[in-house]
């Protein structure tokens, strides 16, 4: 399977603070969806703004991520724009603050057209932000391009987000927590809305998000991330069957069961996420972990990695017992 994105060694710092992003190494094959999951302050989002141009000038970025033959690290602005929203398009989190309140849908949706395919004529343009709109399920497509953001629902909103990114055919879709503050009904929608238009155009997705159970049906593999740095990366479907670090089992242990016992209370991970200016010498985690070993104060363990694709990093994992 070929990739369409490979990272090594991203590193995001600002100022002396201690990186917000840390050595992180992996890729995205075509086709496929990589769930990026963590507590906030993890690392998830910082990485894909790293690697899409995002961030303020305060960041100093280093590493290389290969994409298209080339290094987006090294690219300059006017590259960066030819590939932001074409190739590589991102779901922003809040759909409210992601679209521009004083112009419509239609405005909105038809500058990514006139940005990256200036050949193609109003109605040709218009056309195509018609059918986008209703591949993502919104009724009267028409009528939603002349209305403002205002007008519509959130879980609209969303999706006016997603046929936004969808516009050019990306090769890779950067989903950000996209079901944020939806309701349930709506968020299954949403999911269901990134699984279609990914087999429909074998577009691949990387979905960031903190919460386990909306990769479960989604994600052919996930990557765990923890104070800046990958602790786990596996297949799904081994993950959630077999985690190996005491985090990813934390959080697993985390999610709440359909028709479970009753518990007077729900498990949880004690303790907080370590501040950038607060990272101890050895594993970030040590403090919490109920695994921990002196070798972990002083030790920061390295991410391994199996034939199988499985990576952990941790002196005394799971799978070891």
Known sequence: MSQCLEVAGLTVRYGAHAAAVDDV???????????????????????????????????????????????????DAAALNRLRGARIAMVFQDPMTALTPHLTIGTQLLEVLAAHEPGLNSA?????????????????????????????SGGMRQRVLIAMACLCRPRLLVADEPTTALDTTVQTRVLQLLQG???????????????????????????????????????????????FHPYTVGLLQC???????????????PGLPPGRDTRPAGCAFAPRCPRAQPLCATERPVL???????????????DHD
């Open 25 to 75: 190494s992996f890729h995205v094959n075509d086709g496929e969806c990589l769930g990026v999951v963590g507590e906030s302050g993890s690392g998830k989002t910082q990485i894909f703004m790293a690697l899409m141009g995002l961030l303020s000038d305060r960041a100093r970025i280093s590493g290389a991520a290969r994409f298209d033959d080339q290094d987006i690290l090294r690219l």
């Open 124 to 152: 040709g343009a218009r056309q195509r932000a018609t059918a986008l709109l209703e591949r993502v399920r919104i009724p009267d497509a028409g009528r939603r391009l002349r209305q403002y953001p205002h007008e519509l």
């Open 197 to 243: 238009l990914r087999a429909e155009t074998g577009t691949a997705v990387a979905l960031i998000t903190h919460d386990f159970a909306m990769l479960a049906g989604i994600a052919d593999r996930v990557m765990v991330m923890y104070a800046g740095r990958i602790v786990e990366t596996a297949a799904a479907a081994d993950l959630f069957q077999r985690p």
């Open 255 to 269: 999610m709440p069961v359909y028709r479970a016992p009753r518990l007077s209370r729900l498990p949880s991970i």
């Open 304 to 318: 391994s990695a199996s034939p199988a694709g499985r990576g952990v990093a941790c002196h005394f994992p799971h």
